[in-house]
T-cell receptor, first 112, second 114 residues
Framework: RKEVEQDPGPFNVPEGATVAFNCTYSNSASQSFFWYRQDCRKEPKLLMSVYSSGNEDGRFTAQLNRASQYISLLIRDSKLSDSATYLCVVTNRAGNNRKLIWGLGTSLAVNP | DAMVIQNPRYQVTQFGKPVTLSCSQTLNHNVMYWYQQKSSQAPKLLFHYYDKDFNNEADTPDNFQSRRPNTSFCFLDIRSPGLGDAAMYLC?????????????FGDGTRLSIL
C-alpha cells in the first residue's frame, strides 16, 4: 500500500461546480498535512495546511479525519483558474527532522 | 520577494557532461531539500541538509551529489547526467521544529539532456 494515495483523476467539471478530492495515508503517526497545487511545468505551491478541526479559506475547505486516516479538499464555485494538479502531502517524523510524503496528485480541469 | 531562488530556471546539458544547479534562500532556514520531479509524478526527495548534516535518501543514485557551503546556499551536482535525469529539480527549505509549517519551494530548474 502506498504511503499516500490519491485518485489521479482527471476530474473534469464545469465552472461553478463543487468538487471534492480525498487522500488517504498509511502512517497513523503522521503529524501534519497539506494540500499543494501544481500548475503544469511549475513548482508546487502551498494551497492550505489541514488542521484537525478542519479549516476554510475562501472557496476551499480542508478536512482531516485521523481515525480513518484521510484528508479531503473541497472546492466550491470552481473557476477556470482552479485547473491544476492537487497534491496531498503528509509529514512524518524522521529523527530530529521530518519527511514529506507526497501523493501523486489529482488532476482537475474546470471547463467553461 | 523571492525567498527560495533557484538558478538557472532552465538548464540544457549534454549526455555525460557534469552540471550544477544552485539554490539560495533568504529565510535562514536550517533545512534545505533537493527533489526531483518527472512528468506526472510526485516530487521525489533526493537528499536534504539539516544544517551541515547531509542526509541521503537510500535510492538516490551515486551520480547525484550535493554541497551546502553555508546556510544560504545549496548546490546539486550531477556528475554524469543520463537521459533519465531529465526532470524538474526543486529546492525547498524548512525550519527545524516547525513541524506544522510547510516547506518553501523555489521555482525549480528544468533540466534537459541532449
Amino acid at each position: 500500500r502506498k504511503e499516500v494515495e490519491q485518485d489521479p483523476g482527471p476530474f473534469n467539471v464545469p465552472e461553478g461546480a463543487t468538487v471534492a478530492f480525498n487522500c488517504t495515508y498509511s502512517n497513523s503517526a503522521s503529524q501534519s498535512f497539506f494540500w499543494y497545487r501544481q500548475d503544469c511545468r511549475k513548482e508546487p505551491k502551498l494551497l492550505m495546511s489541514v488542521y484537525s478541526s478542519g479549516n476554510e479559506d475562501g472557496r476551499f475547505t480542508a478536512q482531516l479525519n485521523r481515525a480513518s486516516q484521510y484528508i479531503s479538499l473541497l472546492i466550491r464555485d470552481s473557476k477556470l483558474s482552479d485547473s491544476a494538479t492537487y497534491l496531498c502531502v503528509v509529514t512524518n517524523r524522521a529523527g530530529n527532522n521530518r519527511k514529506l510524503i507526497w501523493g501523486l496528485g489529482t488532476s482537475l480541469a474546470v471547463n467553461p | 520577494d523571492a525567498m527560495v531562488i533557484q538558478n538557472p530556471r532552465y538548464q540544457v546539458t549534454q549526455f555525460g557532461k557534469p552540471v550544477t544547479l544552485s539554490c539560495s534562500q533568504t529565510l535562514n532556514h536550517n533545512v534545505m531539500y533537493w527533489y526531483q520531479q518527472k512528468s506526472s509524478q510526485a516530487p521525489k526527495l533526493l537528499f536534504h541538509y539539516y544544517d551541515k548534516d547531509f542526509n541521503n535518501e537510500a535510492d538516490t543514485p551515486d551520480n547525484f551529489q550535493s554541497r551546502r557551503p553555508n546556510t544560504s546556499f545549496c548546490f546539486l551536482d550531477i556528475r554524469s547526467p543520463g537521459l533519465g535525469d531529465a526532470a524538474m529539480y526543486l529546492c525547498a527549505t524548512s525550519r527545524v521544529g516547525e513541524w506544522d509549517q510547510p516547506q518553501h519551494f523555489g521555482d525549480g530548474t528544468r533540466l534537459s539532456i541532449l
